[in-house]
């Protein structure tokens, strides 16, 4: 049996896969079992940030490895303290404390939790969110998630959310209840098609959260750890903003599975001893390899790399003036590039996004969809200036040969 095959009799069917088997990756690149090399633009959907292999986080992964691998939260564990302090003193820069996940649903609903308690005594619950929102997949997270097609069939869901439009300032303060706790939003969101938030509504959130006495809630799940062009997504958008907590995955294991959040000092005791907890959370393996990857994210400047990228692909793509192209949204190396369907032919019954993406694949890169009118790049944050060419002439050579 081919490996499509066995995936299709033994794992069960929640994805839509593309017809490929990713067998080896190095840098920018992946292989297929045939050998064929393809340029990842999709970097495990923004979590590889150092590309494939990078000797900083396979050497940190093989040192932990053979000097231990996981005990439990029963006792302290080195690399997850020196982890913690690296995120609290590097990162976010502000007194504050961590809790360690292994995936962003779970950091997400890590953050419900601490809005759960911060309103406990005057009676609050509610936490609002965003339209196109993608918080993840636990129950939890995905209640908070405004989007219908990920709710469908699952009723009854947390309750305790309120579904509102992004950056509308306005529509937020009208809907202000006595029960009203928290705002959770992403800085740029991306799942939902690549919206980022305006600085205007970022500080008028935080504005309003000190007025009102409600939390700030971050899923910096995707636009984290460099990816926007800083170290923290909200960093490129409002810089200065003080969030109440934190919430991350994907690239802060650059592959390795981790997630977290952080919570500021002033919050950090709602959740004391018996109140959280993970088996996995906080591996001293995990620890390792996340703490490679950000001390490189750091050291070598990604976050600046990741800037200049998106000047380069901004520049090209407005260079080509292209009838199916209507924007390019998102910041550093979280890209969308919106499309117009009306100068696209797309054969019937397809999603515009993901054949294209498929037609990609094809021609040797790869990329994600984000909603069907738009597909994403999400390249290493240490991409080339080389690669990006590479990846952007495919890409133009594939709108091209679909223009109607
Ligand atoms: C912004 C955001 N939050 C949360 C998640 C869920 O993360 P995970 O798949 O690690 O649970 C994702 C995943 O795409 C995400 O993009």
Redesign the pocket.
């Known amino acids: 049996m081919t490996t499509i095959e066995k995936t299709q009799q033994y794992v069960l069917n929640t994805y839509g896969r593309f017809p490929l088997t990713v067998v080896r990756g190095e840098g920018t690149r992946v292989w297929d079992e045939g050998d064929r090399g393809y340029l990842d633009f999709c970097s495990g959907?923004a979590t590889c940030s150092l590309g494939h292999c990078h000797p900083a986080l396979t050497t940190a992964i093989s040192k932990q490895a053979g000097t231990l691998m996981h005990c439990s939260n029963l006792y302290h564990i080195e690399p997850q303290a020196d982890l913690a302090e690296l995120i609290v003193e590097k990162v976010v820069k502000q007194p504050g404390k961590i809790f360690f996940s292994n995936?962003?649903?779970?950091a997400?609903d890590g953050l419900i939790k601490l809005a759960r308690r911060f309103g406990l005594e005057s009676g609050r619950y509610e936490v609002i969110t965003f339209n196109k929102s993608?918080?993840?997949?636990t129950i939890g997270?995905m209640s908070a998630t405004a989007q219908p097609k990920i709710h469908e069939g699952f009723d009854p869901l947390l309750p305790g959310f309120r579904y509102l439009e992004p950056n509308n300032l306005d529509a937020v303060k009208a809907a202000l209840t006595d029960k009203t706790v928290a705002f959770l939003l992403?800085p740029i969101q991306?799942?939902g098609g690549v919206h980022a938030m305006t600085r205007e509504f970022l500080e008028g959130l935080s504005t309003l959260a000190g007025e009102k006495n409600l939390l700030l809630l971050l899923?910096e799940?995707?636009c984290g750890f460099g990816r926007s062009g800083d170290l923290n997504g909200y960093d490129t958008i409002a810089p200065g903003l003080v969030p109440d907590a934190i919430s991350w995955?994907?690239g802060m294991g650059g592959g390795f599975p981790i997630?977290a959040f952080w919570v500021a000092e002033k919050h950090a005791a709602l959740l004391g001893p018996g109140s959280h907890g993970s088996t996995y959370g906080g591996n001293a393996l995990a620890c390792a390899a996340s703490k490679a990857v950000i001390e490189t994210i750091i050291s070598e400047d990604l976050p600046g790399n990741a800037k200049a990228r998106e000047v380069q692909i901004r520049e090209t793509i407005a260079r080509w003036n292209h009838p199916a192209i209507t924007e390019v949204r998102g910041h550093g190396l979280l890209i969308g590039i919106g499309l117009k369907l009306e100068a696209l032919k797309i054969p019937e019954g397809k999603i515009p996004s993901i054949h294209l993406c498929s037609e990609l694949l094809e021609k040797g890169l790869l990329v994600p969809p984000a909603g069907p009118d738009t597909v994403r790049l999400l390249p290493p944050l240490n991409v080339t200036n080389q690669e990006i060419d590479q990846a952007l002439k495919l890409v133009r050579e594939a709108l091209d040969t679909h223009l109607a």
């Not at 995936?103 to 779970?106: I, L, M, R, V």
């Not at 993608?134 to 997949?137: E, K, L, P, S, V």
Request: glycine share 20%; aromatic share 4%; net charge negative.
């Open positions: 959907i995936s962003g649903a779970e997400n993608f918080h993840g997949r997270a992403e991306g799942e899923d799940v995707q995955a994907k997630g």
